[in-house]
């Protein structure tokens, strides 16, 4: 027999009245023997499912192999409510997930209000009744009001009751008898009884078999609770054990009989009897937990001699009884200790012998809020396996977030298109950003085009293109002129890291000469300006052995030199916003603290600094999406990382294209074009050269963050395990190729940028070597070194042996990158390395946050040393001045002082964080406003000038169509 979502009820009156299941007239007279049986049966979701009620002719009642399953009831028994004074034996029967005093709140027809639950009353408010209904809850699985209840190998588990009793209710006068039965509670803290969370008894009780397994537990509350007559309960055998970090407290409150004549009477037996799980103290915690055992048993009856006083031999007994207790330890830092241990928000823990040890998890891998923390090693939906580094089985890798997806939603068909599309798209800015840049702030769209289409050489800009090309074109001038010597042994020039053609001795004095101290005569006629060789003119230094340029210098006839040359502040300012936000966000920090952002605001904020880290963050709305079946970590942050050798790849490709097309020109325009006359050189190879080297400046962090967290390794127990993705050992063979590009690519990147610009103004290396050197800079730094320190004469001829000619690019290209590398800043050289560009310092800046970011797991510590070395920097670039414009200058300080800004708001976060401190009253606003001040660096800047961007170009696409319609008409 099943029955759903019903109730059942067994009225036995001695007059029937109304329509009832069992329905019978019982004569008074007569003496019936009535059994009722239940068995093999199911209820489940009822209003209660048995209730028992009568008296006479009623012997037993036996409930047999039967299943209670989620029944409740507005005040007692949701399983069964005994009110006869027989007896209910139930057999091999499971009591699960009832409730009493609970009622399903979304079950309630709150029809025009007229039943409104309110707490623990149910107010009622109807035509035929109006009143407050007591949700009184006791006995969730079983109330013995009136009779006697025997409990045979049965299992009750998960049953709740509001106020007490949470398994089993025994009023005053009634009896339960426990064999070989086992009890455990509800897990669900909320629904937990107020006293006797399984067990509470005013009646009679004897316990024989009785196992209680606590799954949760509150020191205050006890599971199993009696309070009887003298000598009302009797335990034989009884086991308990508590929850993890809970110790057992038996409180036996017994009153002892005094008789005269013997004085104190004893027993086995109770009548004050109570269990409780306790817990450590505050900040206190144990992985061990409490078990009691105890045993009572009866002697066999041996009669070795006849007693001839009449009385009776006494019986023997032996008892069994075994107690473990815990041990407290102080609470780690990374969890908490609230009557259990659990995991504090992003935190992962695990044990190690008795003590538990917790390490920090990549964000979004564990869970993310107190309540779904609970456990020590608690994860995120759908993870698992150290660190929570993996997904479950039949989940993969979201793509643009830390979750797990189904693998059924794996691969779909636009993610490629899209992908190659974004690439393509961030290869196109880097190529055209110059004409991106005039078109938006010049306002002549019909320039910008021509610029992009054209394939010839227009006049020149008067920038720094020009001055340097000047330079280059008179040091070439100079350097056909015959070698003078230095001194009579030597005919090389000295090695003061001055280019071949700038330095010379005449009359015994050092003829030190700028770029602008040619008169463009083709006899190498120059002005000059003589100095003793220690002179401040000729070797005026700053700290640490740089010497600055001689802008500042002036020639013995009084005059100054000529102003340095100008610079292309659009570019400048391009490199410094994306460096500015490419390092705001490796300060910022989430805490536990943090109040949750819409998805919204969060994504929103996420794609717009995926656009400045050239990044394909900047599709955080699809964040569900799967790239492959099975992707882990480490594979999906190697496929996001692909992005930057496939944009690079685009330059390669494009320049190989470029250059076979113009080889099959050249010949052609050469037939075509007048004797005498050579065409113009062709610049597209200008913006390859100076897109590819954007490429590099802009992707560095993406392509060493990805590195350093392939190697980034923690200690987990006795095992070294890789932090992004905590199931794999270290370190892998793979992660030995990891390794060595990081110390061939990725670590000496600055110093490619710091030399190699050097060199290349004179002319000791061409640009391809330099861009190789640039993707493998270690054994080229080496070999520079090697190559500076050598006492030989260097290579006045360009490099590779190529003449400076108008049939080569490389002239263009060289001016091209010395633009971006060396253009904005003032030249500035080292007594062990030469020349030295400031760039190199900038990339050298952004690699030890990166490297403090990456290997630093303490938010704070991590805070403190990016705070640390980030006002070093500071100091130096206030003392230095490296850009020539004043301008550029105080944009740098004002770009420091704003990461010092982000850097400092999540220090005091990071503070918060390490002391378990939840900020409120005045320091909850403190926190808001630090964290409103924080967005506005790191989101209403880029929103405000994204969205004026944007309503630029529209404003101006749609003049050029106006102007263009209106000269039509």
């Known amino acids: 027999m099943n029955i759903f979502e019903s109730a059942l009820r067994v009225y036995l009156f001695r007059e029937a009245l109304g329509m009832d299941i069992l329905r019978r007239t019982l004569r008074p007279d007569v003496d019936y023997n009535v059994t009722v049986r239940v068995g093999d049966s199911v209820f489940e979701h009822n209003e209660r499912a048995i209730t028992v009620q009568g008296l006479a002719g009623v012997q037993t009642i036996t409930v047999e192999d039967t299943r209670f399953l989620s029944n409740i009831a507005m005040h007692a028994g949701a399983g069964i409510l005994l009110l006869t004074g027989k007896d209910l034996v139930i057999r091999r029967c499971t009591f699960d997930g009832n409730s009493a005093g609970n009622p399903r709140f979304a079950d309630v027809l709150l029809h025009n209000q007229l039943v409104v639950i309110s707490g623990e009353e149910a107010n009622v408010h109807s035509k035929c009744c109006k009143g407050a209904v007591r949700l009184i809850g006791k006995g969730g699985a079983i109330r013995v009001q009136h009779g006697s209840a025997t409990l045979e190998n049965s299992t009750f588990r998960n049953n709740t009751a509001r106020i007490a009793g949470g398994t089993i209710f025994v009023d005053r006068g009634s009896k339960l008898l426990v064999k070989s039965s086992h009890f455990s509670n509800a897990d669900d803290r909320k629904f937990a009884s107020q006293q006797g969370e399984i067990v509470y008894s005013n009646g009679q009780v004897n316990v024989d078999g009785g196992v209680f397994n606590i799954v949760s537990a509150t020191s205050h509350i006890s599971l199993f609770q009696h309070s009887g007559d003298r000598w009302s309960i009797e335990v034989y055998d009884i086991s308990l054990r ?15 009989r005094v008789v005269d004549t013997l004085g104190l009477k004893r027993s086995y037996m109770l009548d004050q009897l109570s269990y409780f799980c306790e817990s450590c103290d505050r900040y206190k915690y144990s992985t061990d937990f409490g078990v009691m055992t105890y045993t009572l048993q009866y002697g066999v009856l041996d009669y070795f001699a006849l007693m001839i006083n009449e009385q009776h031999p006494e019986v023997s007994k032996e008892e069994q009884y075994y107690l473990h207790d815990i041990i407290c330890k ?14 504090l928000p992003n935190f992962w823990g695990y044990q190690v012998g008795s003590a538990v040890t917790f390490q920090l998890c990549p964000k979004g891998y564990c869970c993310a809020n107190p309540t779904a923390c609970v456990s020590f090693s608690t994860c995120a939906p759908h993870r698992r396996g150290t660190l929570c580094g993996v997904c479950q089985h039949g989940y993969s890798e979201a793509l643009f977030s830390p979750k797990c997806v189904p693998d059924g939603t794996c691969g ?23 004409d991106i840049r005039e078109f938006i702030f010049s306002g002549d769209l019909n320039t910008a085009l021509k610029s992009v289409l054209r394939t010839k050489q227009e006049e020149p800009t008067p920038d720094i293109e020009d001055e340097e090309r000047d330079s280059m074109m008179k040091m070439e001038v100079f350097a ?3 070698d003078l010597p230095v001194n009579a042994n ?10 071949p053609a700038e330095r010379r001795r005449e009359n015994g004095e050092v003829v030190v000469m700028a770029d602008d101290d040619f008169d463009g005569d083709v006899n190498g006629e120059q002005k000059k300006s003589s100095a003793g060789i220690g002179d401040d003119v000729s070797d005026k230094r700053g700290p640490d052995g740089v010497r600055v340029g001689n802008e500042d210098s002036e020639m013995d006839d009084g005059e100054p030199t000529p102003e340095p040359p100008k610079t292309d502040i659009g570019a ?14 490796l300060f910022n920090i989430k805490t536990i603290t943090d109040k949750p952002e819409t998805r919204f605001w969060s994504q929103l904020k996420t794609v717009l600094l995926g656009l400045f880290k050239f990044r394909l963050e900047v599709t955080q709305f699809v964040d569900n999406v799967c790239l492959l079946p099975g992707l882990t970590a480490s594979q999906k942050l190697l496929a996001k990382t692909l992005m930057v050798p496939f944009v690079l790849l685009n330059f390669v490709i494009i320049f190989a294209l470029h250059a076979c097309v113009t080889g099959a020109m050249k010949a052609s325009r050469q037939e075509l074009a007048p004797p005498g006359e050579q065409p113009k050189r062709e610049t597209f190879t200008t913006r390859i050269s100076t897109g590819f080297m954007l490429a590099l400046m802009f992707m560095y962090q993406q392509l060493a963050t990805a590195a350093f967290q392939l190697l980034n390794c923690v200690v987990v127990g006795e ?17 030995y190729g990891v390794i060595a590009y990081a110390v061939f690519g990725i670590i000496p990147f600055f110093f490619a940028l710091m030399i190699g610009p050097g060199m290349l103004k004179e002319r000791r290396i061409s640009v391809g070597i330099f861009f190789c050197a640039c993707v493998f800079p270690l054994p080229f730094f080496v070999y520079w070194i090697g190559r500076r320190a050598a006492p030989r004469c260097p290579d006045r001829s360009p490099a590779g042996g190529a003449k400076n000619d108008p049939e080569t690019n490389s002239t263009e290209s060289e001016a091209a990158v010395l633009k971006v590398l060396q253009g904005p800043f003032r030249e ?21 946050l990166i490297l403090f970011y990456t290997f630093i797991n303490n938010s704070l510590i991590r805070i403190i040393c990016m705070l640390c070395f980030s006002f070093l920097i500071l100091i130096v670039h206030v003392h230095v001045q490296p850009y020539r414009d004043p301008r550029v200058n105080i944009a740098g300080s004002v770009s420091i002082s704003a990461l010092m800004i982000v850097g400092g708001i999540n220090l005091i976060r990071a503070s918060f964080e390490v002391a378990e401190y939840i900020p409120q009253g005045p320091n909850e606003l403190l926190v808001s406003a630090m964290k409103e001040s924080e967005n506005v660096l790191m989101l209403w800047i880029p929103l405000i000038t994204m969205t004026i961007i944007i309503v630029v170009c529209i404003y101006k696409i749609l003049g050029v169509f106006w102007s263009k319609c209106t000269y039509c008409r």
């Open 242 to 256: 508590c929850p993890v970090g809970f110790r057992i407290r038996v409180t036996n409150t017994t009153s002892y």
């Open 412 to 434: 779909p068909i636009w993610i490629w298109p899209f992908a190659f599309g974004t690439g393509i798209l961030y290869f196109l800015f880097l190529l055209f950003q110059k």
């Open 490 to 499: 030597d005919n090389c020039p000295s090695s003061g890291g001055f280019p």
């Open 828 to 848: 500035l050289e080292c007594r062990y390395t030469g020349p030295v560009c400031w760039a190199g310092v900038l990339v050298f800046r952004r690699l030890m």
């Open 480 to 482: 056909s002129q015959p």
């Open 572 to 585: 400048i300012m391009l490199i410094m916003v994306m460096y500015y936000f490419q390092d705001a966000m």
């Open 719 to 735: 095992r070294n395990v890789l932090f992004l993705e905590g199931t794999i050992t270290c370190y892998q063979d793979w992660q």
């Open 330 to 343: 102080s609470c780690p830092y990374g969890g908490t200790c609230e009557n259990r241990i659990r995991a």
